[in-house]
């Protein structure tokens, strides 16, 4: 069975970092594309960014330069690096994986991420 699980949610304060990582159990998994949606209270799940199997990056508009995500798949993980965090950057944040000549598509259950003081 697939499993995807996100890890590295926290609280921090205003202009800190995290790391978020994204395992998936999955064999072949360099041929998958992996996203980091998240979800805040009371919004809709918005994606924040992706990588695709050959490592091409796509970033949400909002982000300005401040995460950076990566993929090592020889550890069958994809990561976010998350720096000069915003209070409205709290959100559950969650990882999604698609193989789709596979038609394939796998989520996890979410890592929080608060940004208080």
């Known amino acids: 069975q697939v499993q995807v699980v996100e890890s590295g949610g926290g609280l921090v304060q205003p202009g800190g970092s995290l790391r978020l990582s994204c395992v998936v159990s999955?064999?072949?998994?360099?041929?998958?594309?992996v996203g980091w949606y998240r979800q805040a209270p009371g919004k809709q799940r918005e994606l924040v960014a992706d990588?695709?199997?050959?490592?091409?990056?796509n970033y949400a508009d909002f982000l300005k330069g401040r995460f950076t995500i990566s993929r090592d798949n020889g550890k069958n993980t994809v990561y976010l690096q998350m720096n000069s965090l915003k209070p409205e950057d709290t959100a559950v944040y969650y990882c999604?994986?698609?193989?789709?000549?596979?038609?394939?598509?796998?989520w996890g259950k979410g890592t929080l991420v608060s940004v208080s003081a």
């Open positions: 999604n994986a698609v193989n789709r000549r596979r038609g394939e598509e796998f």
């Open positions: 990588i695709t199997s050959i490592g091409g990056t």
């Open positions: 999955r064999n072949f998994f360099s041929l998958y594309d």
